[in-house]
């Protein structure tokens, strides 16, 4: 943005400083001159022919007093104008060095930069609190840029693999004139399925992310009944009993995101479950302040490092993942962003059984809030 030149913060700090000291110098000596002017009197009688006095022998005291008060104040004026503009210009360089340094570190940001830190030193003042401040918001900004690049290039890799089979059988297919076009076109429909699935997950993620929603009261309780609901076939054919319980869980967001976030839960608790006669667990919950959905899941012993990761995009945990329902790599993932969207937190931890337990924690709508 092209702006007129003005004069800097710097100068008109100094101009202030001089300034006020001349203002303060004036009114000093404006209250000595009043003060003397109090018990000067104006004439005084002396002996006739004196030097300075008339022939009556009176002798001007206050006009005296003046003319020779007056240039003398006028030269300490002077030197506080010179004293103002002199050391108004340093202090007001040592008031700007902070400023100074974080405008340099702005700069040095804005050309791409952001591992650079001020690291201001010295007491908390209100240049130490912006310092810290533009530190911590570099910091962010460092973290979610990275993540966005490993995001973006995973993402890229994650749609390149559909697309190079659906290359692959193509070519497979041209040159080879007696293969079974039925079975192509079946292959075909299964790699482009999985490449629709995963850009709406991509595009179901970035809309969390973005939180681009407009917010309702929400059952979350009713939000888990109607996911296992809907995914109770699945858990039929796998042999996984669904069980759900809990209090009315009151809280405020979006409908669609929440189910998805539900249904995403449920539907790993499931999949990667024990090959038969496995369970889920789906309950809800209130504290204070607080609505909480929990889906535990029976399943193989997992260790902490692996739960670590599952809620990274396209991480699958391949300890615990299916051949036939390997999914984008985005279901926990998703999860995260959208309890996080709400101003809720997500937290994995393993089971000692063996399985998974995944609590959502949300912010409770204002009314059970209060309960």
């Known amino acids: 943005m092209n702006r007129v030149p003005g004069l800097s913060v710097r100068v008109k700090l100094t101009l202030s400083y001089a300034g006020f000291l001349m203002l303060a110098g004036a009114m000093l000596l404006g209250a000595v001159w009043v003060f003397l002017l109090r018990y000067v009197p104006e004439r005084a009688f002396i002996v006739p022919g004196s030097a300075g006095a008339d022939l009556r022998g009176v002798f001007p005291v206050r006009s005296n007093l003046l003319h020779v008060f007056a240039p003398r104040a006028a030269a300490v004026l002077v030197l506080l104008l010179v004293l103002g503009l002199v050391g108004g210009w340093i202090l ?31 007491r908390r003042d209100e240049f130490r609190e912006l310092a ?31 697309l190079a ?11 080879d004139a007696s293969a079974d076009k039925g079975e192509l076109v079946d292959r ?89 006669g496995g369970t889920v667990w789906v309950t809800t919950g209130v504290q204070p302040e607080r609505v909480i959905l929990t889906v535990e899941n029976t399943g193989d012993k997992l260790s902490p490092q692996l739960v670590g990761t599952l809620a ?55 009314s059970q809030a209060r309960e």
Do not use: W, Y
Request: proline share 3%.
């Open 132 to 162: 810290d401040a533009f530190d911590t918001m570099l910091a962010q900004l460092e973290s979610h840029v990275a993540e966005q690049q490993r995001f973006a290039a995973n993402a890229s890799h994650e749609l390149r693999t559909p």
């Open 92 to 122: 007001a360089g040592r008031m700007l060095a902070p400023l100074a340094r974080i405008t340099d570190a702005t700069r040095v940001a804005a050309g791409g930069s952001l591992s650079h830190r001020i690291r201001l030193s010295g």
């Open 165 to 175: 089979i659906t290359q692959s059988m193509l070519e497979v297919a041209r040159a």
């Open 312 to 366: 990274e995009p396209f991480l699958r945990g391949s300890e615990r993942t299916r051949t036939e329902h390997a999914g984008s790599g985005l279901g926990l993932a998703i999860v995260n962003s959208i309890a996080q969207a709400h101003d809720g937190t997500l937290t994995l931890s393993r089971r000692a059984a063996g399985g998974l337990s995944v609590t959502v924690e949300l912010p409770a709508a204002a």
């Open 188 to 276: 075909l429909h299964a790699v482009n399925t999985r490449a629709i699935n995963l850009t709406e997950a991509l595009l179901l993620l970035s809309r969390a992310d973005q939180r681009s929603f407009t917010s309702e009261r929400i059952d979350l309780s009713l939000i888990a009944e109607e996911a296992s609901e809907t995914l109770l076939p699945l858990a039929e054919k796998r042999g996984v009993t669904i069980e759900t319980s809990g209090d009315t869980t009151t809280t405020v967001g979006s409908p669609t995101l929440l189910l998805q976030m539900a249904t995403n839960l449920v539907h790993n608790a499931i999949v990667h479950n024990l090959s038969s």
